[in-house]
């Protein structure tokens, strides 16, 4: 009777409404599409994430998103799902839930839209706790009560946001798989203050005020090679328990840019696209890609998994070694790479010549979400590298 009702559950074909509880007063909603059984499209603003990992077990559901570890299992009952979002390696779970043939993402209420935030914002988070404290940049366009953007920071943008704005309040969400950010904000004129959560496990207030000339830090000047290095030293595990390094023969006499990115990161994951198209399809013999990759997963061989995953699914060639496993600490990613003045954020792009000399360490990535920033970043990337193979 089990194996037959296994095959009969299914999920509704439609658009759903879905809500994580990242606060006792706050949900984080997104909307998917089940297009069949076992497939369904979540949707954050222009970003559309294909999910064809969905597994029934009795009345229980679980959605499995590509390449990040975290997934969602529910009950299913009735046109709802009631169950939680998880993530082993971090021992995080947030409650979930869902329902059928609502498209709607947030729920407007009030006499409309009396703000619009179009524009830049010149944002400061946890600005009371220095500690905790960073800058950043927000990018919104809104259209009546629908916004979209993002916030970039000097190690990543906050992914594809997209809400509401409802009287002179605004709500931007994302869910990707991995990450699930909540942007909740009272606006009155040109100033901004809020709250961001990333699921249930942080929060932190921010305040942000209109200003379309601010730009944030170069991110080629962040991060640096301490003073009597030139070079990159490291030596770490491949798939196969093989010691790769940079003296190795596939490296010498080659433009080298060497990764620095976890599995796990969404930031990573655009630029590993980026990397993995440009290296698939490269001109020139003479450049060679490496990633570092620093996981948070418990266990070497679960932190391999990930990795393989990771080159299944976007189709990466180039070598990814394990530099470190059980967390995802940057300090403790900085004593991997000691002659770095600090690794700020993951990822990070270190720019390697013929000689073995580092030419640039680019912190951060501007992915798709940023726009013309993300179009700036791939023509720097392309005249930069094309200048190394060119000496």
């Not at 559950?9 to 998917?32: H, M, S, T, Y």
Request: net charge negative; aromatic share 14%.
């Amino acid at each position: 009777m089990s194996c037959q009702y296994d095959e009969q559950i299914a999920l509704e074909k439609g658009v759903w409404r879905a809500e994580l509880q990242v606060a006792n007063d706050e949900v984080l909603p997104f909307n998917f599409e089940v297009t069949s059984r076992e497939a369904l499209k979540i949707f954050n603003a222009d970003e559309v994430i294909l999910v064809n990992d969905i597994t029934y077990l009795n009345d229980t559901v679980v959605i499995k998103t590509p390449v990040f570890e975290g997934y969602i299992e529910a009950i299913l009952k009735d046109g709802t799902l009631k169950g939680h979002f998880i993530k082993e390696s971090l021992d995080r779970v947030v409650p979930f839930s869902a329902n059928a043939n609502d498209e709607n993402r947030f729920i407007v209420f009030g006499d409309g839209a009396n703000q619009d935030i179009s524009g830049n914002w010149e944002a400061v988070f946890s600005p009371d706790v220095e500690e905790d404290r960073y800058i950043a940049k927000g990018v919104f366009k809104q259209n009546g009560n629908k916004v979209t953007g993002t916030f970039r920071t000097t190690t990543g943008d906050y992914r594809y946001l997209e809400g509401a704005m409802y009287d002179n309040k605004i709500k931007l969400s994302t869910f990707d798989g991995a990450h699930a950010f909540l942007f909740t904000a009272e606006v009155k004129g040109d100033n901004m203050t809020g709250t961001f959560y990333s699921g249930n496990h942080w929060k932190e207030p921010f305040i942000a005020k209109r200003n379309d000339d601010y730009e944030l830090p170069d991110a080629n000047n962040l991060t640096f090679l301490k003073d009597g290095y030139k070079t990159l030293e490291f030596a770490f595990p491949d798939a196969g328990g093989n010691i790769v390094s940079l003296s190795d023969d596939q490296f010498k006499d080659k433009v080298v840019v060497v990764q620095v990115m976890g599995s796990w990161c969404p930031n990573c994951l655009d630029e590993s696209k980026y990397y993995a198209e440009y290296y698939n399809t490269r001109s020139s013999d003479d450049i060679e890609f490496i990633a570092l990759a620093f996981e948070y997963a418990k266990t070497k061989e679960k932190a391999f998994n990930s990795i393989k995953r990771l080159k299944d699914d976007i189709g990466i060639k180039y070598p990814i070694l394990l530099a470190q496993y059980g967390t995802s600490s940057k300090q403790k990613a900085q004593e991997k790479l000691p002659m770095l003045n600090h690794v700020l954020s993951y990822p990070t792009s270190i720019f390697i010549d013929k000689q073995g000399e580092v030419r640039k360490i680019h912190t951060g990535f501007n992915g798709p979400a940023t726009g013309d920033k993300f179009t700036e970043f791939k023509n720097e990337f392309t005249s930069f590298v094309e200048g190394l193979l060119n000496e």
